[in-house]
């Protein structure tokens, strides 16, 4: 089996790509994300890519780190400026432990949990991460209950072209996601990490972080769950 960072060193351009339409300032995404970020110093994104969310923490902490496996996608985002410095490591999400990173006012994921493992060992750790008062913050990528799979990875790959031109109208940004998403190296990843369904993703959250709020369709295929630490 590949390693999941071999992967994404291999996509990072055409991820980065993708990701700068998500994580634009008008972007549905975004503006829910800038909605939900908690009081504090401290803040983290796990699976931070190429620094678009790590830029947003930044105007808001005065201590912000980012981490993600893929030392190609941190290499692009070393090269972002911020209002503070971002600390990027590059290390896995069940390597962090509150006894070595210390704990965090605003924990943050976008479309990157689904990847890192199974939901019942990757949440507890996120959690654990979390500040008393803190705030943890997901959004991920989920599939409907019942819903098939596409039976050609094209006809997936053209509708998440479809997402991205509705919430940009850019075509050309639709097209670098339809590029991405048939890659050989994505369709591999794709074939090794299947969402879970919105039931699944309830399910996970809820006994992993009881009380977390669930929000489905933050836009298609995306839903997010936000919980606070007591």
């Not at 009081?39 to 808001?60: F, P, Q």
């Amino acid at each position: 089996m590949t390693k999941p960072e071999a992967y994404f060193d291999d996509l990072a351009e055409l991820y980065e790509r993708f990701t700068q339409i998500r994580d634009a300032a008008a972007s549905p995404v975004r503006s829910w994300l800038t909605s939900q970020l908690s009081k504090g110093t401290r803040a983290i994104d796990v699976g931070c890519g190429g620094g678009n969310n790590c830029g947003l923490l930044a105007d808001h902490y005065t201590e912000v780190v980012g981490v993600d496996i893929s030392q190609k996608m941190l290499d692009i985002a070393a090269t972002k400026p911020s209002r503070v410095p971002v600390r990027y490591e590059c290390r896995s999400a069940t390597d962090l432990s509150p006894e070595v990173d210390g704990r965090f006012d605003l924990v943050m994921s976008v479309n990157a949990v689904f990847h890192m493992g199974p939901a019942d060992v990757v949440l507890p750790k996120l959690r654990d991460l979390v500040a008393p008062g803190g705030r943890l913050v997901v959004i991920d990528v989920t599939q409907p209950d019942g819903a098939a799979l596409p039976t050609e990875q094209s006809a997936y790959a053209f509708e998440t072209a479809k997402i991205i031109y509705d919430v940009s109208g850019d075509v050309e940004a639709a097209a670098d996601s339809m590029r991405m998403m048939l890659h050989p190296r994505w369709l591999e990843m794709s074939a090794e990490a299947m969402p879970l369904t919105d039931s699944e993703f309830a399910l996970q959250y809820e006994k992993a972080m009881p009380g977390v709020r669930i929000t489905k369709d933050i836009i298609p295929t995306m839903s997010a769950a936000v919980w606070d630490a007591a």
